[in-house]
């Protein structure tokens, strides 16, 4: 069964949160992509989605992907996310 788009959200949302409880920090999703296989979600940390100090921006944090069944991928940054998604 096929979950929407809010449903895909609430996943990544998820995602994020526990990736910056590992971090001992606070991030959040600043955007997102629909792609016929689900969903992109970007993040970065708080601080820099608040201020855009680039000193506070995150690096090498690849996209989280959710599927359209809800499974949940955090993508590489070494790879573009339309190559990576591909050979999923």
Do not use: C, H
Request: hydrophobic share 45%; glycine share 8%; no cysteine.
């Amino acid at each position: 069964m096929a979950i929407s788009f809010e449903q895909a959200e609430v996943i990544a949302e998820r995602a994020v949160r526990a990736l910056a409880d590992t971090s001992n920090d606070e991030f959040g999703i600043v955007g997102n992509e629909t792609i016929d296989e689900g969903w992109l979600f970007f993040y970065n940390s708080k601080e820099f989605i608040e201020t855009g100090n680039f000193l506070s921006s995150l690096a090498g944090n690849g996209p989280i992907f959710v599927d359209r069944s809800g499974a949940v991928k955090i993508l590489p940054s070494a790879t573009p996310w339309q190559e990576t998604v591909k050979s999923l």
